[in-house]
């Protein structure tokens, strides 16, 4: 093995990993001087010269001429009969420079250099991904699927590097296969056995924020502003919008005409409901904003311990609690308070659509309960079993658990 085969072995790890020249160099000189401070006891006396564009590395030790006969280390000292072969010019006290050939170091250090070589340019590399990907955290991010785990994917980025998508930050619904592309955004970087791990999301706020920065350019150019974001992934959205620019409509601009710009993130996102609403520092505004499509009545702040009582009509509470709580749920994280929904009129009693209950209790009962005029758990709890055996087609035991499953909610 000779200088050429440990340049070219650097020259395959460069393809590779991009590291630029001048590293390269430092890390060779470091490496070789190292080895021969090993060799040596010292290399205050030895010149490393690289040349990576001709894929070469020179030694040279540095000896100082003394008398014949006087010489005690042939590492550091050469006699002036010896130099005098090479110049006939020298004198005792000059310095004469000789080349180090790679033969002299022996193949087994030889072989230990070009491991120092592999695992210091490895090292390098671990740091520069941690360095890149440090620096892109929040932002999006398009990958190939490489391998399909139970618990996360590999996604590889163009440069080749592997990026983790943990189950737990994919969207319920998502599906991928291997060679399929896929957008995420950088969510935090970890070092696991001094190895960085890049971590990826597609539940995270800022996946959704990025998004609307692609499909939304006045957001991209910073005409409009996003405030807030919070998410159910796979299921709701709610984000709030400000322009500073009275001529730009925030919610226009990022929904598009019929919907065109937002339908691009929705399908991303696996048909996530996406509300976009103007933002608003009027508390009580921002709440009605926040539930919508349901229209409130009026609102009671408390600001000490920032909840807040939202009064509808009966007929909007399903609306302001929505499928499976996701809008009030919302509505409360993007606003910042506690929100207690209210029946108009009936303090401290919530009530909940029966539609909510659809995936505990068969539509058909729903239905019957429905043709009586029962469209919340609060009308039908109303009512005595035994009245809605007379007025239904459901049997004593039914009812007995539909009452079960309505009254474990308000429990």
């Known amino acids: 093995m000779d200088s050429l085969e440990l340049i070219d072995s650097f020259s395959e790890f460069k393809e590779l990993k991009n590291i630029d020249k001048q590293t390269m160099q430092h890390v060779l000189e470091d490496v070789f001087r190292a080895m021969l401070k090993k060799k040596f006891n010292t290399d205050e006396h030895i010149d490393v010269i690289v040349n990576i564009d001709k894929g070469d590395v020179q030694i040279f030790l540095n000896k100082e001429i003394v008398d014949d006969g006087e010489v005690e280390d042939q590492n550091i000292e050469m006699a002036l009969s010896d130099a005098q072969k090479i110049e006939e010019d020298f004198e005792i006290g000059e310095e004469v420079t000789e080349e180090f050939k790679f033969g002299d170091f022996g193949r087994r250090n030889i072989l230990s250099l070009r491991q120092n070589l592999i695992s210091r340019i490895l090292e390098l590399e671990k740091d520069h991904l941690y360095k890149l990907y440090k620096e892109r955290i929040?932002?999006?991010?398009?990958?190939?699927?490489?391998?399909?785990?139970?618990?996360?994917?590999?996604?590889?980025?163009?440069e080749g590097n592997e990026l983790i998508l943990p189950k737990s930050e994919q969207i319920p619904s998502d599906y991928f296969k291997k060679g399929e592309s896929i957008r995420a955004v950088v969510a935090k970087v970890d070092m696991r056995n001094s190895s960085p791990v890049i971590i990826l999301s597609r539940t995270a706020p800022e996946f959704l924020e990025r998004l609307f920065e692609l499909e939304v350019p006045e957001v991209f150019d910073g005409l409009i502003t996003i405030k807030r974001i919070v998410r159910e992934p796979g299921e709701r959205a709610k984000v709030a919008v400000e322009s500073y620019d009275d001529r730009v409509d925030p919610v226009g601009a990022c929904v598009g005409m019929k919907g065109s710009r937002i339908h691009g993130i929705v399908r991303e996102l696996r048909n996530e409901n996406i509300d976009v609403i103007n933002f608003t520092n009027n508390p009580q505004l921002f709440i009605q904003r926040a539930l919508s499509p349901a229209k409130i009545t009026s609102i009671e702040i408390d600001e000490e311990d920032s909840r807040a009582k939202v009064f509808l009509k009966p007929d909007q509470v399903s609306l302001a609690i929505g499928k499976g709580g996701h809008n009030i749920k919302l509505g409360g994280r993007l606003t910042g308070y506690e929100l207690d929904v209210y029946r108009e009129g009936e303090v401290d009693i919530e009530d909940v659509d029966l539609e909510e209950f659809a995936d505990e209790i068969d539509s058909w009962i729903l239905d019957e309960l429905k043709a009586i005029g029962c469209d919340t758990a609060k009308s039908v709890?109303?009512?005595?079993?035994?009245?809605l055996v007379k007025r239904t087609d459901l049997e004593q035991e039914t009812i007995g658990e539909v009452f079960k499953i309505l009254r474990a909610e308000f429990e």
């Open 138 to 158: 929040g932002d999006i991010i398009t990958g190939e699927v490489y391998q399909v785990w139970k618990k996360e994917i590999m996604v590889i980025d163009d």
């Open 381 to 387: 709890l109303a009512i005595t079993a035994e009245d």
